[in-house]
Structures are given as structure tokens and as C-alpha cells.
């Protein structure tokens, strides 16, 4: 069992930067991949970014590509997003998700995470 807990958001300004955290708990984490989605007003949830267990490959959507990056420390059980070069395009409520445990594919799709938090707010301003 894995519970997650995000904090970070807020509101800033177009081409501000922002560092989501999401904090675990569970013995098992450092044996689940993470991710990071978002959920704008209206649209369906979409993958932003994940990272393994294990190895730690990273994977991001086209539009975050070099401006957000997705950081894990299994010693203290936390995962970040650091996201720059904010856009309004990037205003959405973000989730932290963890997998059940040795998943490391299909990472981009919601149904292979087992654990969800309960979101925070992002708003970028133009």
C-alpha cells in the first residue's frame, strides 16, 4: 500500500517556475515507478511525466520537454516535478501517482498506476 501526498502549487506567472513534491509513504516505494498528470478544467487526465523504479528511466509528454524535469529519492520516500518556463497552457490540478510495484511500462496511461493523490493546484497567469 502506498499513500501520496502532493504539495507545491500555487499560482505564478507566465515563464515563472514552481517545484511540486509528492511525499509517500509505504515500504514498498522504491520498488513502483511514478508519475506526474494533470487535469485542466473540461479535459480528461493526461500524462506529464514518469519515472521507474530501478533504473530510473524518465519519460515526459512533447510539451514539458525540457522544461520540466522528474526527480524521485527513495531515501526519503518523495518524488518532484520541477516545472520552468510555465505557460497558461500549463494551469491544471496535478497528481502524483505510484504503480503497483516492478511496473515500468506503459507508464503514460492513468490504468497502470495503483495509487493516486489527491492533487494540487497549478495556475499560470499570463
Known amino acids: 500500500q502506498v499513500q501520496l501526498v502532493e504539495s507545491g502549487g500555487g499560482l505564478v506567472q507566465a515563464g515563472g517556475s514552481l517545484r511540486l513534491s509528492c511525499a509517500a509513504s509505504g515500504r514498498t516505494f522504491d520498488s513502483v515507478s511514478v508519475g506526474w498528470f494533470r487535469q485542466a478544467p473540461g479535459k480528461e487526465r493526461e500524462f506529464v511525466a514518469a519515472?521507474?523504479?530501478?533504473?530510473?528511466?524518465?519519460y515526459y509528454t512533447d510539451s514539458v520537454k525540457g522544461r520540466f524535469t522528474i526527480t524521485r529519492d527513495n531515501a526519503k520516500n518523495t518524488v518532484d516535478l520541477q516545472m520552468n518556463s510555465l505557460t497558461p497552457e500549463d494551469t491544471a490540478v496535478y497528481y502524483c501517482?505510484?504503480?503497483?510495484?516492478?511496473?515500468?511500462?506503459?507508464?503514460?496511461?492513468?490504468?497502470?498506476?495503483?495509487?493516486w493523490g489527491q492533487g494540487t493546484q497549478v495556475t499560470v497567469s499570463s
Open positions: 501517482a505510484a504503480s503497483r510495484p516492478f511496473i515500468s511500462r506503459e507508464l503514460t496511461t492513468t490504468g497502470t498506476y495503483e495509487y
Open positions: 519515472r521507474t523504479w530501478g533504473a530510473g528511466r524518465t
